[in-house]
C-alpha cells in the first residue's frame, strides 16, 4: 500500500498551547504537504473510537478525558514515506525518550499529553485519514 498520506493531530495540549503554528512549520519545513484540515472538538464517543484500539489499557479513560478536553487540529499530510517520516519527526510516545529536536521532544509534556497524534501504519492512517475527512475534501 502506498506510504504517501497519513494523518496527524495537533492535540488540546499544543493546540491550547499555541504550539499550532510552530508544528505546522516544522511538517512543512519537512517536506509534508497538507492536503486536509480541521478544527475539532472530539466528543467522548469519536474519541472513543478513534483510539479503540487502546480500549481496556489502563490509560485509556485518562487518554479519551485528555483529548476531549479542548480543540485539536486533525491534518491530513502527503509526502513520500509520510507513515514512517512523520512517527520520526515527532519521536517517541514518552518525550523523556523523544530525540532531540522532534516534535515531542520540543513541545509535549508527558507521555499522555504529548502534543501530536500520527497514524502508525499506512493501513491505519488510510483509516484514520477517513475518520476526518471525506475523500472529496481532499485537495
Ligand atoms: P498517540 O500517538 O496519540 O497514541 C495513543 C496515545 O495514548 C499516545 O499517543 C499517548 O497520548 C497515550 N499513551 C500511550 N501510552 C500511554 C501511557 N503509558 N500512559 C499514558 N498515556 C499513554
Known sequence: MSDARTLAIVKPDAFSGGKTGKIIAQ????????????????????AE?????????????????????GPVLALALERE??????????????????APGTVRALYA??????????????????????FFFAEKDLT
Open 81 to 98: 514515506d509520510a507513515v514512517t517520516r512523520l512517527r520520526e519527526l515527532i519521536g517517541a510516545t514518552d518525550p523523556a525518550e523523544a
Open 109 to 130: 509534556e508527558s507521555k499522555e499529553r504529548n502534543a501530536i497524534h500520527a497514524s502508525d501504519s499506512p493501513e491505519n492512517a488510510r483509516l484514520e485519514v477517513a
Open 27 to 46: 511538517l512543512e519545513g519537512d517536506g509534508f504537504r497538507i492536503v486536509g484540515g480541521r478544527v475539532v472538538r472530539l466528543d467522548r464517543e469519536r
Open 49 to 69: 473510537a478513534f483510539y479503540a484500539v487502546h480500549r481496556g489499557k489502563p490509560f485509556f479513560t485518562s487518554l479519551v478525558d485528555f483529548m476531549t478536553s
